[in-house]
Nanobody, 112 residues
Framework: VQLVESGGASVQAGGSLRLSCAAS????????MGWFRQAPEKEREGVAA???????SYADSVKGRFTISRDNAKNTLYLQMNSLKTEDTAVYYC????????WGQGTQVTVS
């Protein structure tokens, strides 16, 4: 299993970003996927998840602002983040049910 996150950047509050996660090494469409984040000096927390049937769930803190989606043809997971807040600043990681506990390198999102 390999997960490679990208799309992180520094943005101003109120701005938008789209994160991507390229997956390889397993049958992508067979497993649920999720986004997590870890802010400085805080524990990693779940942000959003998407199941194989496209059903989604979100942390209360991002509901209505973030949208998770997946493209099974491209083996890619996305996280559209709108109305960003300073408290969204964190390293964002994707995760797969194919390998619980495996983490990619993450992508830094900084909101100022």
């Amino acid at each position: 299993v390999q997960l490679v996150e990208s799309g992180g950047a520094s943005v101003q509050a109120g701005g938008s970003l789209r994160l991507s996660c390229a997956a390889s090494g397993y049958t992508y469409s067979d497993y649920c996927m999720g986004w997590f984040r870890q802010a400085p000096e805080k524990e990693r927390e779940g942000v959003a998840a998407i199941d194989t049937d496209g059903s989604t769930s979100y942390a209360d803190s991002v509901k209505g602002r973030f949208t998770i989606s997946r493209d099974n043809a491209k083996n890619t997971l996305y996280l559209q983040m709108n109305s960003l807040k300073t408290e969204d600043t964190a390293v964002y990681y994707c995760a797969t049910g194919a390998s619980v506990g495996y983490w990619g390198q993450g992508t830094q999102v900084t909101v100022s």
